[in-house]
């Protein structure tokens, strides 16, 4: 029983000293409340690219030659002579389709719609391309300019078109004007890191390595005039066309007319029926090509009337050739309708396409 009284005092006083002891604790914290604390870090800037890159290829027209400079026949004298006055070889259009308005497109060949010249936008973002035209004409004496290739069959008439992408502008003596944007592309350029010459690096905005998909327009023109006697002091006009580019706003919309632009050899059709190869090289040189008319049948070049111009090509070297297709061949694509699709393919497996129509 003394015992258990021991045990039991014992406990007892254990018990008090704990309690004093979580007292004193508790009031030992609850003393002078509060506290901070500080950190801060600097703020940098990596750096600025400007990915405005304007780079707009103007048409080169070769020196020496006049883009623009034609012949009009009003009385088809070249037509009725089977072109005597002219150098043994000499290509004119087909009789029967013939306007009677020449455009010298290769060496001794001539065509009712001028070469087509291109502006390439090689931009990262789209540009505004303005295209002007006017006829300076000779007081007095110059045939009268009509306003449509609907040329009046009782008094001399000629017609001239200038062609902007799909847009046609007939050429007047009030100076007319075409206006495209054409779309750029910053998928074709890259960031990269450059390492200056005092060893620090910086970042820089440049064209790939291998870029497609670079827009551009076309331009052209054409002519017709009326098969009509004319006086022998009748004159034409001189048709002068003068391009211009500005960077476009943002958000533009880009002309959907535009074509696509790839370096090396290219292809084109006339309204004449005249496929113009050009640029062709040692490693990209002609391997064969299709047509595809406005049905969607595709034909093998070699399956049709045709007379080649190789004048300026190799077989090993490249360089330039031409196509003429007969009148018949011609004529069952107009009766086809619709789009005409051009398919070229070269020696090393690229293939080049041009669409058009002919009529």
Same mark, same amino acid.
């Given at each position: 029983m003394r015992k258990t009284k021991k045990m039991m005092a014992l406990a007892l006083a254990t018990s008090m000293v704990l309690g004093s002891s979580m007292m004193a604790f508790a009031a030992e914290g609850d003393a002078t409340p509060g506290g901070s604390g500080n950190v801060s870090g600097a703020g940098s800037v990596e750096g600025h690219v400007n990915k405005e890159v304007l780079n707009v290829?103007?048409? %080169?027209?070769? &020196?020496?030659? &006049?883009?623009?400079?034609y012949t009009m026949d009003p009385e088809r004298l070249?037509?009725?002579t089977d072109a005597a006055k002219y150098a043994e070889g000499t290509v004119f259009p087909a009789a029967d389709s013939d306007t009677g308005v020449y455009f010298l497109t290769d060496a001794n060949t001539y065509s009712n719609t001028s070469n087509t010249y291109q502006v390439v936008n090689k931009? &990262?973002?789209?540009?505004?391309?303005?295209?002007?035209?006017?006829?300076?004409?000779?007081?007095?004496?110059?045939?009268?300019?009509?306003?449509?290739?609907?040329?009046?069959?009782?008094?001399?008439?000629?017609?001239? *078109?200038?062609?902007?992408g799909s847009t046609e502008q007939a050429v007047s003596a009030t100076e007319a004007t075409v206006n495209?944007?054409?779309?750029?592309?910053?998928?074709?350029?890259?960031?990269?890191?450059?390492?200056?010459?005092?060893?620090?690096?910086?970042?820089?905005?440049?064209?790939?390595?291998?870029?497609? =998909? !670079?827009k551009a327009m076309d331009i052209s023109l054409t002519g017709t005039v009326s098969k009509i006697d004319i006086s022998s002091d009748t004159t034409a006009p001189t048709v002068d066309v003068t391009w211009s580019w500005t960077k476009a706003a943002d958000h533009s919309t880009p002309s959907t007319d535009a074509v696509e632009f790839s370096e090396g050899p290219q292809i084109r059709m006339n309204n004449d029926g005249l496929i113009t190869m050009t640029g062709f090289t040692?490693?990209?040189?002609?391997? &064969?090509?299709?047509?595809?008319?406005?049905? =969607?049948?595709? !034909?093998?070049?070699?399956?049709?009337?045709y007379t080649w111009d190789l004048t300026n090509y190799?077989? %090993? %070297?490249? *360089?330039?050739?031409?196509?003429?297709l007969s009148d018949g061949w011609k004529n069952f694509l107009i009766e086809k309708g619709g789009d005409v699709i051009l398919e070229l393919t070269l020696s090393d497996g690229t293939v080049k396409t041009f669409t058009t129509t002919i009529s």
């Open positions: 290829i103007l048409p %080169t027209v070769p &020196s020496g030659s &006049s883009a623009f400079a070249i037509q009725g931009s &990262s973002c789209d540009v505004d391309l303005t295209v002007k035209v006017k006829a300076t004409q000779n007081t007095g004496k110059d045939i009268t300019l009509a306003a449509n290739n609907g040329v009046s069959t009782t008094a001399p008439e000629l017609y001239l *078109g200038l062609k902007v495209k944007t054409l779309a750029g592309n910053p998928n074709n350029f890259v960031i990269t890191v450059n390492t200056k010459e005092d060893n620090t690096k910086e970042y820089t905005y440049k064209e790939k390595d291998s870029t497609s =998909g !670079w040692s490693t990209q040189n002609y391997s &064969s090509l299709a047509v595809t008319d406005g049905e =969607g049948t595709k !034909w093998d070049i070699g399956d049709s009337p190799d077989a %090993t %070297t490249g *360089g330039d050739a031409n196509i003429q």
